[in-house]
């Protein structure tokens, strides 16, 4: 979805990350050990997208399998993005789709390897770790086949149910329903060892309402219903409750030392969105 000419400035940017990567060979960010790129370090098997400069030919001649080389200072990151595709996204779901494309190429350029896992349901469904250019088309395809329709479990269950995590950066883009959810995602992703940052992604109509007169609300999740008069009483009180719960989210994120940002679904994502991430210091 996004342009050519936005993946371009993308490519002149980069992740932040306050840690030393521990990874594969291949990267671009520097490992807490200490010697230099061309310092042999350790194997592990070759995985499609990868450097196959650093591919070890002897090993091949002798097991019959791709190893590549690790090296002590030069190493890969883990980027992991937690997409969260409960039925709550639905409005704001072309805004949390690019997010994760933006992320992921700048992950794939940046020499690092990526986890993309599609949270609802109370499940995290997981995409095959990629690395490399070349695979940011497969990330496409996949975000592409993903719709915004969980009613069932929480975010924090579908964030313990996520495999494969291994200390690195993680990108965790919800609308941040609810405060508790949020909170104990946040805790785990921490326990587990990852630098969490949060995109969340609302609606204008959520940050700006524009309703009058008498409505029926419905839940997109729950499929609760309730009757509204939205007069100007209403809509102060709902600014307040609006106030209220983003601060509670600011000061979550804040807590567990997470970058954040706010990402408004109704403006122009290529526009903004750079913008964000450097306010933000994820960039």
Request: aromatic fraction near 8%; charge should be negative.
């Amino acid at each position: 979805m996004l342009t050519d000419a936005f993946l371009a400035r993308l490519d002149a940017l980069r992740l932040a990350m306050r840690g030393r990567a521990q990874g594969g060979a291949g990267g671009s960010r520097r490992s807490r050990q200490t010697g230099s790129s061309a310092e042999f370090s350790d194997y592990r098997e070759y995985i499609p997208g990868d450097d196959i400069r650093r591919l070890d030919w002897n090993a091949l001649a002798r097991f019959d399998r791709l190893y590549m080389k690790l090296f002590m200072e030069e190493q890969e990151s883990q980027v992991t993005i937690l997409l969260d595709a409960s039925a709550s996204m639905g409005a704001k779901w072309d805004a949390a789709r690019c997010a994760a494309e933006a992320v992921g190429y700048l992950a794939l350029t940046g020499g690092d390897r990526l986890q993309l896992h599609v949270l609802k349901n109370g499940k995290a469904a997981g995409f095959p770790q990629l690395s490399g250019r070349a695979p940011f088309a497969r990330l496409n395809m996949f975000l592409d086949s993903c719709a915004p329709d969980g009613k069932e479990g929480t975010l924090t269950d579908a964030v313990k149910r996520t495999e494969g995590l291994r200390k690195g950066l993680s990108f965790l883009i919800t609308d941040g329903y609810t405060e508790d959810a949020l909170k104990e995602a946040l805790d785990y992703l921490r326990y587990m060892r990852q630098e969490t940052a949060v995109i969340q992604v609302m609606s204008g109509g959520e940050l700006r309402p524009e309703m009058e007169g008498a409505l029926k609300l419905t839940d997109s999740e729950s499929g609760e219903q309730i009757d509204l008069l939205a007069d100007r009483n209403a809509l102060e009180n709902y600014r307040e409750a609006l106030g209220d719960f983003l601060k509670a989210v600011r000061e979550n994120c804040s807590r567990c030392e997470a970058p954040y940002m706010l990402l408004d679904g109704s403006e122009p994502f290529e526009k903004r969105f750079i913008q964000l991430l450097s306010n933000s210091r994820m960039i």
